[in-house]
């Protein structure tokens, strides 16, 4: 049975990046599944197929879905091994190629529907 609903709109999961995912202790994001309002504020401008890779999401859309998915994280150190704690002003030093992975995979998990939780 197909179903017409997304995976929940604001459920939050953990995310590891590539580069750290064979790490003993990585940094792991917290991913906030975007709403089908705030899927469409992000993607509402740029041309999109309902079977699009999303191999080309223009950088705008990548941040704005980091800005509204990414709600916190654990385990992040600065250079001297201090804890990083979370706030928007950090969230803004992150660099453009960590923020388009993660802004990648918020849209990826948002625009996952509930059959394709499922398989």
Do not use: C, H
């Amino acid at each position: 049975m197909n179903s017409i609903f997304q995976v929940e709109a604001g459920a939050v999961s953990d995310y590891i990046l590539q580069s750290q995912k064979e790490e003993n202790d990585p940094i792991v994001f917290k991913l906030k599944t975007l709403s089908t309002r705030e899927f469409s504020l992000v993607m509402g401008q740029y041309k999109m197929s309902v079977d699009d890779s999303m191999s080309s999401i223009p950088a705008e859309a990548l941040y704005k879905a980091f800005q509204i998915g990414l709600v916190g994280w654990e385990n992040a150190k600065d250079e001297a091994g201090n804890e990083v704690k979370f706030s928007p002003a950090q969230k803004e030093k992150i660099g453009f190629n960590i923020m388009a992975e993660i802004g990648n995979e918020i849209i990826t998990r948002s625009k996952i529907d509930g059959e394709q939780v499922k398989n």
